[in-house]
C-alpha cells in the first residue's frame, strides 16, 4: 500500500512561440472550456501569464505562458534567463503554419527557427531533462491534400534546430477547429503523469473484471485522454483517433449545456452516459474526483450492470493514486502498512 501514497507532484509547463501563433488560444480551450469561435476575443499575453492547474490528483501543472513580441522573448533569453528557463518539466513551442518567418521567404533568414534554437539553447542549460513538444499550428490553413508534406518538411527543419533534444523531441500538426489539439495536448499530459504504470494497471484488472473490450480514463475537466487499456477485439477498431474525438464532442456538448441554460460550469458535471447498441455497451461515468471512465463492453442488461458494480468497487482503490490526501483521510493508518 505505501507504493501507492503518492506525494503532489509539480511540473513547470513553458508554453512559448512567436506573437499571435495560437499559444493562448490552445491554452483556454484545453483548460478553460472555451470553443474555437470564442477565441478570437483574446488579446495578446503580456510577458508571461501564469496558470496553476490540478491534473488528476497529485500532478499540478504550473503553465508559463509566455507573450511571443521580440522584446519580451529577448528578455527571456537574457535578464530572465534563468527563472524562465530553470526546473522545466516540458518546453511547447508553437509555430505558426502559415509563418513566412519559418524558412526564410521575404529575406527573413528562418527568424522562427532562429529564435527556437535560441531558445533550446536555453532550456538546454538549466533543464536538460525537459521534454520538448512542437506545434505546428493553425494546419487547417492548409489544403487537406498537402498537410502530410507540410507537416513533414516543417518537422524535419525543426529536429535540426533541436539540438540535444533532437531524437526526442515530438512533433504534432494542430488546429483549433478540429481533434488534433486534443491528440498533441493528451500526449503532452500524457508524458508528466507520475506513476502512470499504476494507473494502467488498475485500468488493466477492471479490464479483467468486466470483460471490457475498451477502457479509456479521461480527465475530468480538460476530458484529456490519460491513458487506455484495450482487448484484441478493441485493437480492431478502425478509428485510430477516436479518443480525440470524443474528447471534442464531450467539452463541445458541456459548452452547449452552459451556453443554453446560462449556469455554472460545475453544474453540468454529468454522472453517466449510457449507448446501448446490439454490439456492445458503452459507458462514460463518473470514476473519482478528477476523472471520467469510458468502458466498452458486450452486450446486454446483465453486463451492463455487472459493469456498473464492478466501477462502484474500483472507484475506492483508484482514489488511492487519483486523490492521496483524501485517501489518508479515510484511513489514518494507511501510510504506516
Known amino acids: 500500500m505505501e507504493s501507492l501514497k503518492l506525494k503532489p507532484k509539480k511540473k513547470k509547463v513553458l508554453l512559448m512561440g512567436k506573437s499571435g501563433s495560437g499559444k493562448s488560444s490552445m491554452r483556454n480551450i484545453i483548460f478553460s472550456n472555451f470553443v474555437a469561435k470564442d477565441v478570437r476575443r483574446l488579446g495578446a499575453t503580456i ?9 488528476l490528483g497529485n500532478l499540478i ?44 521567404r521575404e529575406g527573413q533568414n528562418f527568424r522562427d527557427l532562429n529564435t527556437y534554437n535560441a531558445v533550446i539553447k536555453a532550456l538546454e542549460e538549466f533543464s536538460p531533462q525537459a521534454h520538448v513538444f512542437t ?7 492548409v489544403q487537406s491534400e498537402h498537410r502530410e508534406r507540410v507537416l513533414q518538411d516543417k ?12 531524437s526526442d523531441v515530438q512533433t504534432y500538426g494542430t488546429s483549433i477547429w478540429d481533434q488534433t489539439l486534443y491528440k498533441a495536448w493528451g500526449m503532452i499530459v ?12 488498475y485500468l488493466t484488472r477492471l479490464a479483467i473484471a468486466t470483460e471490457a ?20 477485439v478493441g485493437e480492431q477498431n478502425p478509428y485510430f483517433d477516436r479518443y480525440e474525438r470524443l474528447s471534442n464532442i464531450i467539452k463541445t456538448f458541456k459548452h452547449s449545456l452552459l451556453t443554453f441554460t446560462g449556469a455554472l460550469p ?8 449510457v449507448i446501448k447498441t446490439p454490439r456492445f455497451n458503452l459507458i462514460l461515468a463518473r ?27 474500483a472507484r475506492d482503490e483508484f482514489l488511492q493514486i487519483d486523490d492521496p490526501g483524501s485517501a489518508s483521510e479515510r484511513d489514518p493508518g494507511a501510510e504506516k502498512r
Not at 510577458?47 to 491534473?55: A, C, G, L, Q, S
Not at 527571456?76 to 526564410?104: A, K, N, P
Not at 506545434?135 to 490553413?141: A, I, R, T
Request: aromatic share 12%.
Open 135 to 141: 506545434l505546428v499550428h493553425k494546419m487547417d490553413l
Open 213 to 232: 473490450e475498451e477502457i479509456v480514463l479521461f480527465e475530468r475537466v480538460t476530458f484529456l485522454t490519460v491513458t487506455s487499456v484495450t482487448s484484441k
Open 190 to 201: 500524457h508524458s508528466l503523469i507520475p506513476n502512470l504504470d499504476v494507473i494502467e494497471w
Open 47 to 55: 510577458d508571461v501569464d501564469h496558470t496553476r492547474i490540478k491534473f
Open 266 to 273: 460545475s453544474s453540468h458535471q454529468f454522472t453517466e452516459h
Open 287 to 313: 470514476f473519482t474526483t478528477n476523472t471520467y471512465v469510458l468502458v466498452v463492453i458486450p452486450p446486454g442488461e446483465a453486463e451492463l450492470e455487472c459493469t456498473r458494480f464492478n466501477l462502484l468497487a
Open 155 to 166: 518537422t524535419d527543419a525543426i529536429r535540426e534546430r533541436s539540438e540535444r533534444f533532437r
Open 61 to 104: 501543472l504550473n503553465i508559463w505562458d509566455c507573450g511571443g513580441q521580440d522584446a519580451f522573448t529577448e528578455n527571456y533569453l537574457t535578464s530572465q534567463r534563468h527563472s524562465v528557463f530553470s526546473e522545466v518539466g516540458v518546453l511547447i513551442y508553437v509555430f505558426d503554419v502559415e509563418s513566412r518567418e519559418f524558412d526564410g
